[in-house]
């Protein structure tokens, strides 16, 4: 059986994408060229050196769709999309990176569109719709890490992130709801670097302020084994973390427990039936899965403690 590799379901006429999911991501029925390779795109980094304004360890290049030749091409100026090859330190991320946000958005947290497709030379690659434009025109944003006037985007904790999103927005019963949600599941998917920088807000013409969509979300457990639970503290720790830890975070918060206690847990099967159909080599599907059934244990708890 085939699935697409934007939404991760099943097609019956075995094509890797659907229509709609292309038009969802693209504005068109046709999957755009992608006219070079791995090798290459380090070197079409280096000619738009200084005009890239994204951040990052990973390899990423601005880039846009045009339709006249109906092919993805590199852009300095414009982008429309972040496109993320794989990388020779971590195997898979393209893939990791796709199953991780099409799981987040199953689970219901807001992602940017996105999907997995192939360089010229057969390589995967990472394709997410970028947020912060429309059109072409920019729409402001922030990260925690320049909010908080941080000088380590590993430094920190969650809590100081909550604080000063209940402060500045515009919607602060609802997004710092939502930003709970965001590190629940951060932790249930296995990303542990999930650091300052990786926590958004976007601002409407009005200057209105909210929370903006999730984003760089991947199983960094699966790729670095010995890595603690959280980039940040949260309850003043970053390991060992339980379901009474999140319980704890969620009162910090002013979420009501009848919100915190069942999020997500009836998505387990969800996750574990993406992991499986996923684009992962087997071992590493088999890895993930390990995973995520070993976090549903330790967050269980926090259904089942009397206290709450």
Known sequence: MSYCSICGKSSDQNDKYHKTCLKRLFGIDYVPAINFSLPEISIKAQQTAGKLSISGVQPKLSVRLNKKSREIEVTPEHGEYILKPQTQVFGHLPENENLCMLIAECAGITVPPHGLFELNDGTKTYIIKRYDRNKGEKIHQENFYQILESKDKYKGSLEA?????????????????????????????????????????????????????????????????????????????????????????????????????????????????????????????????????ERFIRIGKIWTDKND
Do not use: W
């Open 161 to 293: 992130i909550g604080t000063k999103l209940k402060e500045i927005s515009d919607a602060p019963g609802l997004d710092v709801q939502l930003y709970y949600e965001r590190v629940l599941f951060n932790f249930l998917i296995g990303n542990g670097d999930a650091h300052s920088k990786n926590f958004s807000v976007v601002y409407d013409k009005e200057g209105r302020c909210r929370l903006a969509p999730a984003y760089d979300i991947v199983c960094s457990k699966l790729v670095i084994p010995d890595e603690e639970d959280f980039a940040l503290t949260m309850g003043g720790k970053k390991n060992k973390l339980i379901g009474r830890d999140f319980a704890d975070f969620a009162r910090y918060l002013g979420i009501p427990g009848k919100v915190y206690k069942d999020k997500f847990l009836k998505d387990e099967e969800m996750f574990i039936s993406l992991i499986r159909n996923s684009e992962f080599p087997t071992d590493d599907k088999t890895k993930i899965e390990t995973i995520v059934k």
